[in-house]
């Protein structure tokens, strides 16, 4: 059979050389037209049916210019975030809303054009979600009811989800181009299936007594769908649109080829030209509004919310008394059968240590009005010239000139304290548990640290002269204060595990430990300050080799990508000659590693008996904890308040480097090794039986 397959011969077309059917060269011969046959329908399309395109793009088209172009590009920054915190604190919870609007600030703070940028993403999401749900979820609905219609829509859905997200822009750039609008339907066309799906899955599982028992009352489908289905279909809906969310920030990056602005397309330039610092400032911002939309969008069952609670006490106010009463009687119903809890009042110990601890914040408070610093600015003198010679003036805590960021750290601090103080002594724990001594013993920490970091900073190379006010030996004696009460505090606090702690020490925490102390090592010999006042213009013998490859480019495109990383490289070597490094131990620095790897070694020296070293008494165990979260606290301040303190005052040719990043992630990994020891104690809780009237 195959001696006479292989004597069959086919002509070559247009050469007539005959081919036998086991050469490879014969699939020419015959080729399936399957993309003409495509390329035939476009065209028609583009000839024939111009005003099906404008109609599907009409939509996208008016939500982009109107509400991304003309409403969220121009808004300002602070009125975005602060929607954000209202938005989630009203339909989620106030910590979710104060993360966000934290974590949606922290992209503005990157930068002018990484806000905008952030809001064309948040933009483009929303519509394509938006424009998502008002099919996805009728269709799904339809789906659900009609079996018929599922059995055409799943293989459909299944198809979908296989499809390589690179596949789906071929059709839209054909029929639609490039750019924004055609990204955000490849976007919402990509989002699609998980929202249909979950759609459908959650209608049919509603219960069918439940269904079948609204059709017995006589309810119409209509009413079926609306109140019984719908609602109990709620959670499964809000997961497909959360899906849906999650998929379109998953498409941003693809969609920038397209022509998409936004995070995506930094992203893509960064690739393209190999800028690391563009990359990581891009993909951090991009994880940011991924968080940011995924906690706004994902509700906890477990929790009511701020809103629910609001509309409760509007129903309240609008019962009337007989329904009011009846709710009453219920409730007394269930206190004659249940026990009354509330927190264990403070003991007398614990109020002394709280009343002391008070008055170090009250101290730090008083110091941030008096002078911290004369005749220069200790921490503004290294990003700006001005502030090196600011002869016969005085500066108190909060001036940029004077305590700058590292004051407000002492004020914010400060006013826990005193918050943590009032609410243990009247009513302990009614706002949080870690409004306590605790609490107040990591705040104090915040304020001793960030005093002594104020205390033994290097002032500027060139600083004319300088002298500390007596402010700042206040807010350090506040601070010392504080700890000082707050442990005192601690000793006789009436806080319990949950459950019992295990007997056997916690190498997990030690590990972080370490891990804080070898950031903030490395920190201390990274770069704090770079100083790139005289990179402004290149030398001759660059701008030569550059306009070189610039050249090359011009004559020929394929060397785009080489040539731009290329030119990015040179940027970067010159500017690597002739900027100034200071790291965190060098003299011309602030040298505030010499504070840090000293606090950094305490730290690791108290989570040995925290760890079980030396014993697994618990409540020993919770105290050191408590220690340790407060000088890592402390350490993270020290890398924080240079960074953002720099920020306040520099010209933006001075910015601060990796080594105060390391030092500040040194003392999160520090914290939150007592993390789980922290969150494991509570109040204990006092009962009492209302029919026997005793405590118990």
Known sequence: MMQILGQVRFERAGTGEPVSIFDTAILDEWRIPFGYWFDQMVDWMDLNAEWVLDTIKWPFDFLLDNFVNSFLLTVSWFWVVLFTVVFGALFRTPRIGIQSGFALALCGLLGQAYWLDTMRTVGMVIVSVALCSLIGIPLGVLCARQDGVWNVVRPVMDAMQVIHSFTYMVPFVFFFSIGVVPATMVTMIYALPPLVRLTNLGIRQVPEDVVEASRAYGAPESRVLVDVQLPLARPAIMTGLNQCLMLSIAMVGIAAIMGASGLGLQVFRAVQNLDVGLGFSAGFALFLVSVVLDRLSQPEGDNRRLFERITGAVRARRSTDEEILSELAERGKDKETTEVEWNTPATPNERTGLLVAGVGAVVALVSLFLTWGSDAGLIAGHAREVDL?????????????????????????????????????????????????????????????????????????????????????????????????????????????????????????????????????????????????????????????????????????????????????????????????????????????????????????????????????????????????????????????????????????????AGAFLTAMGGVSLALSSRSILNEFNREKVYENPNIGQNV
């Open 389 to 657: 010679d600011l002869t016969g003036q005085s500066f108190n805590g909060f001036a940029a000139s004077g305590g700058n960021w590292f004051g407000f750290f002492v004020f914010g601090a400060a006013c826990f304290i005193i918050a943590a103080s009032i609410t243990t002594i009247r009513n302990p724990g009614s706002i949080s548990k870690f409004m306590g001594a605790h609490g107040a013993a990591i705040a104090s920490f915040v304020i001793l640290i960030s005093s002594l970091t104020y205390l033994m900073a290097n002032t500027a190379q060139e600083t004319v002269s300088y002298s500390h006010g007596i402010g700042l030996y206040v807010s350090v004696a506040g601070g010392a204060i504080g700890i000082l009460g707050s442990l005192f505090a601690l000793q006789t606090a009436p806080l319990s595990p949950h459950r019992p702690l295990t007997v056997s020490i916690a190498w997990g925490r030690v590990l972080a430990g370490v891990t804080a102390l070898l950031l903030v090592l490395i920190g201390s010999i990274s770069g704090w300050t770079f100083d790139e006042r005289g990179a402004t213009d290149l030398p001759p013998e660059a701008q030569v080799e550059i306009n070189i490859l610039r050249e090359e480019v011009e004559l020929s495109p394929t060397l785009v990508a080489i040539n731009n990383s290329k030119i990015s490289s040179l940027i970067n070597k010159y500017r690597m000659t002739v900027e100034t490094i200071n790291d965190g131990i060098t003299p011309n620095g602030g040298g505030l590693s010499y504070l840090a790897i000293p606090l950094v070694i305490i730290g690791l020296l108290t989570l040995l008996p925290a760890v079980g070293v030396f014993g697994f008494n618990e409540h020993m165990r919770w105290r050191w904890s408590v220690i340790t979260a407060g000088i890592g606290a402390g350490i993270s301040i020290i890398g924080l308040g240079w960074i953002i303190s720099l920020a306040r005052v520099t010209d933006l040719q001075i910015v601060t480097g």
